[in-house]
DNA sequence: GCATTGTTGATTGTCGACAATAATAGGCAC
DNA sequence: GTGCCTATTATTGTCGACAATCAACAATGC
């Protein structure tokens, strides 16, 4: 794998490790060592380090001091802890955007949605969940708050680890999920903020109930790994 | 200056320059150069740059690509963004501490809120938010939210940036203001989560509406640097 | 056999040097 | 004098090497 002439080496870096931990390929409680991954990467520590702060700031890895990178833990905690703040942290961001959307905003995701629903219905949960990463994409753009923003963007590869964890074992349909953003697009499309922010909290306050009773089912997927 | 022979040096120099950063004597756009800085502190480039990471972290500093490091802005916007989003996070956490206080806890509190009290008796600002500040921390303790502890720590630098700002410029008396950490308080105690919520959701408004007034008269103290 | 201590090996922390890139200044044509 | 192009300089990005530190293990004493 070359990672050389492209543009911000440790921004790739730092994705191509976040993708290794979202798919759990790199397991919570694991090292990441400097090192071996310079060696493997081709490249030398410099850019590595700076990868390993940027999904630092993602709650990807905790960085120990002088005991290196650890992924971080993403035990039933963690996603509880998470829900919790994208129930207040959305419908802020959701109240804003019912009162700063534009004809454009307004057409782009009405077209998103669109291609959601066609997911839904032949039940393609992997290209689901990227249309679900472009309709936060486009709301947040509406948004005005670019300090929420950021900060749900540094989350969002969080959210993205549990989605995975738990994306085979739902049982939930994914028109269900649809649903929610249809209403939450309504309330937009119509600048009621009240409504917005209420379609918004009763969606995520859904999906946290939902992950949290997959966790316990299926917490060996999540369990830390202890190194040897 | 010496920075040598102690814990962490990145950690140290981000110390260093975040209180400069928040005491304005690092101006909104000003530009951080690592060699100079290095030279400065007598370090190498690497835990400067490390310690420019953690600013980032803390929202004190923006990293351009290949164009280093510039202190962060400090616009009437940003203001309202910053607040917006401690309206709903405080009292995320605030719930969850009534629900959860110890006898160890509550007493911490009292001391730190009678310390409070004797600085509002003699209008003693600097110190009054030394402890705000203890405050907080003894009741981030108590918090079971982490991750929302960790963010609330990260946004920290930029509210005492801003407090500062306005410091010597508030009309309300710090009388005032200790009312609702006093009323705050009691609901805690009392295990009372929706009105500690309540309480700290106008708290936070409050604080608010008085910085965005007083940012809109003394906005000469938050204009960009333009650098020559 | 157990605890303590010293040694060794592995890993992160820091450094100075070089490469790549962006900002600046100067020269040239018009 | 103005605008564009080129050369120079300043600054960040990356590298390999060394120093400091930590973990694991072996040796020693009790």
Redesign the interface.
Same mark, same amino acid.
């Given at each position: 794998m070359t990672f050389r002439d492209a *543009?911000?080496l440790p921004d790739q870096i730092a994705q191509h490790l976040a993708e290794k931990i979202i798919h759990l390929e790199l397991k919570p409680g694991q090292r990441i060592q400097e090192a071996k991954l310079a060696q493997e990467l081709g490249v030398s520590r410099?850019p590595i380090?700076?990868a390993l702060?940027i999904l #630092? *700031?993602q +709650?990807l890895v905790d960085l120990l001091?002088r005991r290196g990178a650890v992924v971080s833990e993403f035990s039933e905690? +963690?996603i509880?802890? %998470?829900y919790? %703040?994208l129930a207040?942290?959305y419908? %802020?961001v959701a109240r804003e955007c019912a009162n700063n959307f534009t004809k454009d905003d307004a057409d782009q995701i009405q077209a998103v949605l669109k291609k959601m629903e066609e997911c839904a219905q032949r039940s393609d949960h992997d290209k689901y969940y990227d249309y679900v990463f472009e309709y936060a994409a486009t709301f947040m753009r509406a948004a *005005? #708050?670019?300090?929420?923003v950021?900060?749900l963007m540094n989350l969002w590869p969080s959210k993205r680890r549990m989605e995975f964890a738990t994306l085979y074992h739902r049982r939930n349909t994914l028109k269900d999920n649809l649903k929610y953003f249809k209403l939450g697009t309504k309330y937009f499309l119509a600048g009621n903020p009240d409504m917005a922010d209420k379609a918004l909290h009763d969606y995520i306050l859904q999906e946290r109930a939902i992950a949290l009773e997959l966790a316990r089912e299926y917490n060996h997927l999540l369990t830390t790994h202890h190194l040897g």
């Open positions: *543009k911000q410099s380090r700076e702060h #630092n *700031k +709650f001091p905690d +963690f509880g802890w %998470l919790d %703040l207040v942290i419908p %802020l *005005k #708050n670019m300090l929420a950021q900060i």
